[in-house]
């Protein structure tokens, strides 16, 4: 299986801040690469696929990018709304994997 | 709009099974795979499998091979995700999801707690 490693697990920023989560997969998957942002109590919600492009709604502020090996999901500028844990998911093959998350709040 | 509506909480014995059922509106079901994820106390999401409404074929992860049944019911444009023989770590939220260019669409989840 594919492993998935995302960094940091947890970070907390100030609003307005300027937000990086990274992502790595354990052999090559090309740019089959998904981040999703998941709130308590809520379902996750899809925010890139193809490791950079937006989901269509989704605020401009989030962004994804691809180089090397490394995946790297950015928020621009951290909302209060942001709050959440964020999923990168590879599904270049089965079976689909996950990160672990990255909890990100507000200081 | 696209809706996918999930069957309640549910508590089960181990060695019990539990199906879940997810309630699709708002597209034709048949077009898109259903996949099926979960979130354990404490975990992150792990992915299950899927199933092709159109003709029915599944892929499964290996964990649960041989516990897991997908299915669906195109009258009713319904998936339906069955566990059997329940362990306490099975306890966990478990959505459906819609795959369109990613997992766009999700359930609300469904609690299934295992405790004896």
């Known amino acids: 299986d594919i492993q998935m490693t995302q960094s940091p697990s947890n970070l907390s920023a100030s609003v307005g801040d300027r937000v990086t989560i990274t992502c790595r997969a354990s052999?090559?998957?090309?740019?089959?690469l998904a981040w999703y942002q998941h709130q308590p109590g809520k379902a996750p919600k899809f925010l890139i696929y193809?490791?950079?492009i937006l989901e269509r709604g989704v605020p401009s502020r989030f962004s994804g990018s691809k180089s090397g090996p490394e995946f790297t999901l950015t928020i621009s500028r951290l909302q209060p709304d942001d709050v959440a844990t964020y999923y990168c998911q590879q599904y270049i093959t089965y079976p689909w994997t996950f990160g672990q998350g990255t909890k990100v709040d507000v200081k | 709009q696209v809706d996918l509506l999930q069957s309640g909480t549910e508590v089960k014995k181990p060695g019990a099974s539990v199906k879940v059922s997810c309630k699709t509106s708002g597209y034709p079901f048949t077009n898109y795979f259903l996949h099926w994820v979960r979130e354990a106390p404490g975990q992150g999401l792990e992915w299950m499998g899927f199933?092709?409404?159109?003709?029915?074929?599944?892929t499964y992860a290996q964990k649960f091979q041989g516990r897991l049944t997908l299915t669906t019911d195109t009258s009713t444009s319904t998936g339906y995700m069955e566990l059997t023989g329940l362990r306490f770590d099975d306890t966990a939220v478990f959505y459906c999801?819609?795959?369109?260019?990613?997992?766009?669409?999700w359930g609300q989840g469904t609690v299934v707690t295992v405790s004896s």
């Open positions: 199933i092709n409404p159109s003709n029915g074929r599944t």
């Open positions: 193809e490791a950079s």
């Open positions: 999801a819609r795959m369109g260019r990613g997992l766009d669409n």
């Open positions: 052999q090559n998957i090309d740019r089959w």
